[in-house]
């Protein structure tokens, strides 16, 4: 069959595509940005990559007419605090479109709605799921509560929480119960409903065996991780400081915690498992989803996470807009070092930020990612999918990768983090020097301000990395 997958660059839509492959269907791919999409090669022949962005009515004649079922992964919680407009235009244009196609089915990875008052974010998904459900295909939709996994956003907090503060004086909102489902579930539910005429035109929940509270589910992750925590519930706690709780605490960003905390407060239980029945699939229980994702994590196989989604950054950016590093109205800071060794460099360069960190002064990147949390940005939290392989899209602590190839040994670098301007590091190795290049093309005056109050940290910061990059003392720098 062919099949169409928007959000092909998401977390659910990296894992699913894979096993689209392997079950012998041809996948068009649907991406706003065909730069931050790097399936492996073994896949390549079996996919076609159209560049889409479903705000964009013209650019939707890319899809062609002949498909048999398409995925909607589609979701804009954290790109504006409009998301649910965004979400509401996205969903008319797919409908309308895929009306004019042969498509069959559409499947539809929703949340659960079940409670007669709603969060926002919620609100939006039941939308999303009305607008569908007018077209001229067959509608599946899947509802789906917190999603647990490697990578996965609620696994990410939850994880953070647990193992940053021992002692937590939460809000009453922890005692609201949810029923979790296992990442490597939600992808077999996504799988079997394709195609299969006895989920067309309805809707199901999907949830784990396990009905629990947010404070029953971090207890439970710490005890799988063999660690005591004790957590204190208060009544009163306005939305506005759980959202900062959530957001300093961790790697989420602000936009993303109000949303949760809104939601957090919403039962998401499910009505039924007939669906289980229907497909033939027994939900894993939430300690076994945890234990699941660790295996991922320690043996450094997480596929997709969160964090590497377009959404999640502070910037809706094309990334190929910003590939060529300008040099017009920009300061520059360029470093040059002999290496030694090629390929010790190029894999320190590829091991970089994260728990790695970023190999000399890191109190000073901690400090400014710090800094960067209290003004709205990302900060450090972010870390990195995998230890030691970057690909373009990636989310590197407060940056993101455009531009990762290790046989030529260069990576650049965009900011995310609040700066009055845009800035780019470099890294590329040429002629046996690794030469280091910290590009800020500032806005206005705050901008020039900006880049000459932290000229002196840049002078001890930039050059103290390349010399542990490299291990060479001796220096040519073209600053």
Same mark, same amino acid.
């Given at each position: 069959m062919t099949i169409l997958l928007t959000g092909a660059t998401g977390y659910i839509g990296k894992r699913l595509l894979p096993i689209l492959i392997e079950n012998g269907h041809r996948v068009i791919c649907c991406v706003r940005d065909p730069n931050r999409f790097n399936p492996v090669a073994s896949i390549r022949p079996f996919i /076609? +990559? +159209?560049q889409v962005d479903f705000l964009d009515e013209k650019s939707l004649n890319k899809i062609p007419s002949h498909i048999d079922v398409a995925y909607y992964l589609i979701h804009s919680m954290s790109t504006s605090t409009e998301y649910d407009k965004l979400e509401e235009i996205t969903a008319t244009n797919f409908r309308e479109h895929l009306n004019k196609t042969y498509v069959k089915q559409v499947i539809y990875l929703s949340g659960i709605v079940n409670e007669d008052k709603l969060s926002k974010h919620l609100k939006s998904r039941k939308n999303v799921e009305n607008i569908l459900g007018k077209g001229r295909y067959s509608l599946t939709s899947l509802r789906a509560g917190i999603i647990m996994g490697?990578? &996965? %956003? &609620? !696994?990410e907090i939850i994880r953070d929480l647990v193992e940053k503060l021992p002692i937590m004086i939460a809000p009453k909102w922890l005692n609201t119960k949810c029923q979790p489902i296992g990442i490597r579930d939600v992808i077999k539910f996504l799988e079997k409903s394709?195609?299969? /005429?006895?989920? !067309?035109n309805q809707n199901f929940d999907i949830g784990g065996p396990d009905i629990l509270s947010y404070k029953e589910m971090l207890l439970e992750f710490a005890k799988v991780r063999g660690l005591r925590r004790w957590i204190y519930t208060i009544p009163i706690m306005p939305p506005k400081l759980s959202s900062y709780w959530l957001y300093f605490v961790t790697s989420t960003s602000y936009k993303l915690a109000v949303s949760l905390v809104e939601s957090m407060r919403v039962e998401v239980v499910c009505r039924n498992n007939s669906i289980n029945q229907i497909l033939a699939v027994q939900p894993e229980a939430y300690a076994k989803t945890i234990q699941r994702a660790f295996l991922k994590i320690d043996s450094n196989e997480i596929v997709s996470s969160w964090k590497? &989604?377009?959404i999640s950054g502070v910037k809706k950016i094309n990334i190929s807009d910003f590939i060529d590093v300008p040099d017009y109205g920009c300061f520059k800071d360029i470093r040059e070092r /002999?290496?030694? &060794?090629h390929k010790e460099v190029v894999n320190k360069i590829w091991s970089i930020g994260g728990n790695n960190g970023w190999y000399y002064a890191n109190v000073l990147w901690k400090l400014r990612g710090f800094i960067d949390k209290i003004f709205g940005g990302v900060g450090l939290r972010r870390g990195r999918t995998n230890a030691t392989t970057? %690909?373009?899209?990636d989310a590197l602590d407060f940056w993101r990768v455009?531009?990762?190839?290790k046989s030529e040994g260069r990576l650049l670098l965009f900011a995310e983090m609040k700066v009055p301007g845009e800035a780019w590091l470099e890294f590329k190795i040429k002629d046996n020097k690794l030469i280091q290049t910290a590009? !800020?093309?500032p806005h206005g005056l705050l901008g020039r301000l900006y880049w000459y109050s932290i000229l002196p940290l840049h002078g001890i910061v930039f050059k103290g990395m390349i010399n542990e990059i490299t291990k060479h003392e001796h220096d040519i720098s073209t600053e």
């Open positions: /076609e +990559i +159209i490697s990578g &996965s %956003a &609620s !696994f394709l195609h299969n /005429e006895a989920v !067309f590497d &989604s377009q /002999e290496v030694v &060794s970057l %690909a373009a899209g455009l531009y990762a190839n590009t !800020f093309r």
